[in-house]
């Protein structure tokens, strides 16, 4: 479990993004959580040379359309890394089980079949603070974290 914010990153170390096109897809589901991973993917991109016209943005209901929605994006899209946002929060059944490990495989899934990597950005947290403190609280900013990733695969 993170105990201190992991979205901190020397800059120096990050190759220049300026000639790099990505794709985002974003679930609507949890949409307070989502848009702080997007602001954080977003803004982390930008700052680190992304042009904000050569980052695409797509939405999907929930974390487990992710899959069909960065397939989508990359058989339509030309784009160096694509980044999956979502947040799935621990209820009362083992709805969560399935859907966190359907996700996680599929977004397993795209890395294998496609050229290029997507980036796994879906907090599977057993709290909504958990999520709050994961999305630019006190743990920083996964989005932050995905994008330096998507940076770097990109560039792999």
Same mark, same amino acid.
């Not at 954080?40 to 680190?48: I, M, S």
């Not at 490990?101 to 950005?121: A, E, H, S």
């Given at each position: 479990?993170?105990?201190? %914010?992991?979205? %901190? @990153?020397?800059?120096? /170390?990050?190759?220049?993004?300026? #000639?790099?096109?990505?794709?985002?897809?974003?679930?609507?589901?949890?949409?307070?959580?989502?848009? #702080?991973?997007? &602001?954080?993917? @977003?803004?982390?991109?930008?700052?680190?040379?992304?042009?904000?016209?050569?980052?695409?943005?797509?939405?999907?209901?929930?974390?487990?359309?992710?899959?069909?929605?960065?397939?989508?994006?990359?058989? %339509?899209?030309?784009?160096?890394?694509?980044?999956?946002?979502?947040?799935?929060?621990?209820?009362?059944?083992?709805?969560?089980?399935?859907?966190?490990?359907?996700?996680?495989?599929?977004?397993?899934?795209? %890395?294998?079949?496609?050229?290029?990597? /997507?980036?796994?950005?879906?907090? /599977?947290?057993?709290?909504?603070?958990?999520? $709050?403190?994961?999305?630019?609280?006190?743990?920083?900013?996964?989005?932050?974290?995905?994008? $330096?990733?998507?940076? &770097?695969?990109?560039?792999?």
């Amino acid at each position: 479990m993170a105990t201190t %914010n992991l979205s %901190n @990153y020397d800059k120096t /170390t990050i190759p220049n993004a300026k #000639n790099l096109r990505f794709g985002i897809v974003v679930s609507e589901w949890n949409e307070i959580i989502t848009e #702080n991973l997007f &602001k954080g993917a @977003y803004d982390t991109l930008v700052e680190n040379g992304a042009l904000p016209e050569n980052i695409i943005r797509w939405n999907v209901p929930g974390s487990f359309e992710l899959i069909f929605g960065c397939k989508k994006l990359l058989e %339509n899209q030309e784009v160096d890394a694509v980044i999956a946002i979502g947040t799935v929060i621990q209820g009362e059944t083992k709805h969560f089980d399935f859907v966190c490990d359907g996700v996680t495989q599929g977004i397993k899934d795209l %890395n294998i079949k496609y050229k290029v990597p /997507t980036i796994f950005c879906v907090l /599977t947290d057993n709290t909504m603070q958990q999520s $709050i403190d994961r999305s630019g609280g006190k743990h920083g900013n996964k989005g932050v974290e995905c994008a $330096i990733a998507a940076i &770097k695969m990109a560039n792999l």
